[in-house]
């Protein structure tokens, strides 16, 4: 199952307490996934508004779990037992499809009170406010909108939430939302929709929370904590590997040094602590400054082992340059 939809099972099992909170949750998801038919045709209702049977509300959803809360939702807010079409189909993976029609008493008032009529008749735009004024239920109408287009990839994989509406105005007002909430959204169009989408980890994280998926937001950040270790442990391995280079070539040049002055001069010619770290050196040419310092009798510090190979590495430069001055000569 993808991160996605275990996201979405988790938000369709969160049961608002509140009246006000399961409106909202409602219009969220009406707004994001909903049809309005009027006698059979997709359309806004015209100037001289029809009757109130006339009007139907048909929402879409490609999880179970998601039609189970639109028809518990449709029930305590609008009072009857919506009815449910599932579709074989094959696009996109997915085995089965749900059409939930929500069916009411009162269709005109109700599709008022869900922000889809205005109180005059036509279609709204706009999100009433007395859906969003309280911060439970704008968490409510967050969660609604999210589970009917609502989308977040693995964080394992790259950190990506979006949320896909059909209208600029109710993109531009869940922005501003959003904003409130502490959550910096940005947003992008495709295919002549608006997609309001996250690309940070931590706003993700925090969306999940504000929505309710405490447990998806514990494994993101689960998988966060995992892949910032991992980084952590590939950039310690990396700097000891390249440190432990540097000491193997260092020692092997040392080693050379070496043993160019014990070919011209010998060792015999040097000052017992010099030749005590030239042989050391030979014979431990891996050997860190601190390891070939404990080998010397007595113990010496990695910056006196310092001093003593850098007095090594001065007198072979001065013999190769001396080589070198005679074959110049020499020619």
Known sequence: MSFS????????????????CQVAELAGLVRAAGTLEIAGRDAGPPSSAPPDERFHIWVETGQAPVARKLIQLGKAVLGSNPEVLVRKQRRLRRS????????????????????????GGGLRRDIPDELTVRGCCRRSYLRGLFLGSGSVTDPGRSHHLEMVLRDEAL?????????????????????????????????????????????????????LALKTVKNRVNRLVNAETANLEKTVDAGVRQAEDVKLIRRRLGLHTLSHSLRELAELRLKHPGASLKELGQ?????????????????????????????????????
């Open 5 to 20: 939809r275990t996201v979405k099972e988790e938000l369709a099992r969160v049961a608002p307490d509140k009246g006000c």
């Open 171 to 223: 993109a531009d007002q869940v922005v501003q939302l959003l904003f409130s909430l502490g959550v910096m959204v940005r947003l992008t169009s495709r295919r002549g929709e608006i997609v309001l989408y996250l690309k940070e980890a931590d706003q993700i994280g925090q969306l999940l929370g504000l929505m309710g998926a405490h447990q998806a937001l514990l494994a993101y950040e689960n998988v």
């Open 96 to 119: 089965r499809s749900f059409s939930v029609l929500l069916a009411s008493a009162r269709p005109r008032q109700d599709l008022v009170r869900l922000g889809v009529l205005n109180p």
């Open 295 to 331: 080998l010397c009798e007595p113990p010496v510090g990695k910056s006196g082992v310092a001093h003593r190979l850098r007095r090594l590495e001065v007198l072979a430069s001065e013999l190769r340059g001396e080589t070198a001055t005679t074959s110049k000569r020499t020619r």
